[in-house]
């Protein structure tokens, strides 16, 4: 395997029978907050946060800890893993997809996830469904990239 693939592109440790290894999980998101309250975001007009597959995850556990982080994220096959439930409500617009065909994401519970969610904490969270795989299709890129671009116009 070369550099850059497998273990080397995840934002934390592989699942474990579908479960989370916790430990490894809360420090590698302990350490990218830390980072992130390092950089000078004051000046952007608007920051949005994309994830796909494990990257998705690693957002959504953000979330749990800090809801406002971005003003936009575009989650892009997600897990519903065990996630701890945010706490604050958030202003943040959030775009969940998910592949109907996805071998490694179970639709129902994503579903439910995103309703939970969008009845609690992230009243602006929405779930687009395409009929493909563990993939972004043409369809789903090109609903990503309207989707964002509406939310871009909103704020120049």
Excluded at 51 to 63: E, V, Y
Aim: glycine letters at 6%.
């Amino acid at each position: 395997m070369g550099p850059g693939q497998g273990r080397d592109r995840r934002f934390f440790a592989p699942l474990i029978d579908g479960q989370l290894d916790l430990v490894d999980f809360e420090l590698r998101l302990s350490a990218f907050l830390d980072f992130w309250q390092g950089l000078a975001t004051q000046s952007y007009q608007q920051i949005t946060f994309v994830g796909f597959s494990n990257g998705a995850n690693f957002i959504m556990g953000l979330l749990t800890k800090q809801s406002n982080l971005a003003d936009n994220y575009i989650l892009l096959h997600p897990s519903a893993l065990d996630y701890a439930f945010p706490r604050e409500n958030s202003r943040a617009e959030i775009l969940f997809t998910l592949g109907q065909n996805d071998p490694y994401v179970e639709p129902v519970a994503l579903e439910n996830l995103v309703d939970d969610w969008q009845a609690s904490v992230f009243p602006k969270a929405n779930l687009a469904r395409f009929d493909k795989g563990h993939f972004l299709s043409q369809d789903e890129l090109t609903y990503v990239r309207n989707w964002y671009q509406e939310r871009t116009d909103k704020k120049a």
